[in-house]
């Protein structure tokens, strides 16, 4: 059964740090990027990040590049998210998800197919 | 960083009705845009992908349709189980950026 588990939220006090992981299970892991993606107490979506399957590069969203750090471990099947410096407008529900690629060799569309169900972070 | 605007940020609507949410890219994204849908306490779940491909196993009355830098998700013959908030997101270039949503209520 393909699925995503987050783990590692919590109430943390503005300034501090928290990581976040996510464990993957019934698919092969490496073969995808994976992102994480955030939603504030009754807001929208907001992408944060994503990182490649392989060679691990990676992008972040503007409100949180230089404080957020994405990473993996594909022994583990595991994607984590380092947050440091932590601030009030950062506390949401983060989801971790998979992306899948639909492409033709030359052109390719990714888009997220398998969601986990988010761990809480709130700051405090 | 591309910026995506959803309309009607939200509507009623009843049971069997013909719904069309619009998005709008704010540079060409070629046709490199998804939608999810979201339902209250529930976790995201793409409908349409490169913008009219729909995902296996959503039912066929989710359409996508348009290019460059208009889309529009069409669900024909609205059911119960379609009320619910719909994201565009445009996977042309990183950051990945989603439009604000749209609700869909009920009339």
């Known amino acids: 059964q393909v699925q995503l588990v987050e783990s590692g939220g919590g109430l943390v006090k503005p300034g501090g740090s928290l990581r976040l992981s996510c464990t993957a299970s019934?698919?092969?892991?490496?073969?995808?990027?994976m992102a994480w993606i955030r939603q504030a107490p009754g807001k929208g979506l907001e992408w944060i990040s994503y990182i490649t399957g392989t060679t691990s590069t990676t992008y972040y969203a503007d409100s949180v590049r230089g404080r957020f750090t994405i990473s993996r471990d594909n022994a583990k099947k595991s994607l984590y998210l380092q947050m440091n410096r932590l601030r009030a407008e950062d506390t949401a529900l983060y989801y971790c998800a998979r992306e899948r690629a639909y492409g033709d060799g030359h052109s390719y569309f990714y888009h997220m197919d398998v969601w986990g169900k988010g761990t809480t972070v709130t700051v405090s | 960083d591309i910026q995506m605007t959803q309309s009607p940020s939200s509507l009623s609507a009843s049971v069997g009705d013909r719904v069309t949410i619009t998005c709008r890219a704010s540079?060409?994204?070629?046709?490199?845009l998804n939608w999810y849908q979201q339902k209250p306490g529930r976790v995201p779940k793409v409908l349409i992908y490169a913008a009219s491909s729909l995902q296996s196993g959503v039912p066929s009355r989710f359409s996508g349709s348009g290019s460059g830098t208009d889309f529009t998700l069409t669900i024909g013959n609205l059911q119960p189980e379609d009320f619910a908030t719909y994201y565009c997101?445009?996977?042309?270039?990183?950051?990945?950026?989603f439009g604000q949503g749209t609700k869909v209520e009920i009339k």
């Open positions: 997101q445009q996977s042309y270039s990183p950051p990945r950026t």
């Open positions: 540079q060409s994204i070629d046709n490199y």
């Open positions: 019934g698919f092969d892991f490496s073969d995808y990027y």
